[in-house]
């Protein structure tokens, strides 16, 4: 019972600090302003990572790639810590977890954009006037615009979000497959 309580704490906040690095990541790519709440409460959480990395790891294409390091450090320390508490021997997993933590952050990034998806939908009907709704908006316009070009609102009402929420859903089951096929259930894809 400990181990399945520590692996559910394990899985709760490194999965939430992933996110919240991947957040970031988005953040940046679709321009958020960085004077909004949401902006600056995920940088004063995942600051303490990325900016040492920047140190090391210079930005390149317009990608943040000490974010995107740091999300993968993240994923490898958490399945490190999943093989510890299950009592198996990180070393000899150590070649394929390089992988897994690639396929976890993956996981991660999609989990992500349907929570915040979902988010959308709600304050949507229940505050649209919230102060974190623009944020919300900015950050999944992007990804909704291509789905509005081929999905047409049904009278009045745009199902772009549905959509968006399908298909995260249908890449997570080919993320959790793809995981189980090569490695086993051992990491929790």
Do not use: C
């Amino acid at each position: 019972m400990f181990s399945e309580i520590a692996l559910f704490l394990l899985n709760t906040v490194f999965s939430l600090f992933g996110m919240a690095l991947l957040l970031r990541l988005w953040m940046q790519w679709t321009r958020l302003p960085t004077r909004n709440p949401v902006s600056q409460g995920v940088f004063q959480v995942t600051d303490w990572l990325v900016r040492p990395l920047r140190r090391f790891i210079p930005g390149l294409g317009g990608i943040d790639w000490a974010t995107v390091i740091g999300a993968w450090l993240t994923a490898l320390a958490f399945l490190l810590l999943v093989l510890l508490v299950s009592g198996a021997d990180p070393l000899a997993y150590l070649p394929l977890i390089l992988l897994i933590a690639l396929l976890n952050m993956l996981k991660w990034g999609i989990s992500m954009v349907m929570w915040v998806t979902l988010l959308m939908a709600i304050l949507s009907w229940v505050n649209p006037h919230s102060p974190v709704t623009p944020a919300i908006n900015h950050l999944t316009e992007p990804l909704l615009r291509p789905i509005r070009r081929v999905i047409p609102r049904l009278g009045g009402f745009d199902i772009s979000p549905m959509a968006l929420f399908v298909i995260a859903q249908i890449l997570l089951m080919i993320i959790a497959r793809l995981g189980a096929g090569l490695f086993g259930a051992r990491f929790g894809l």
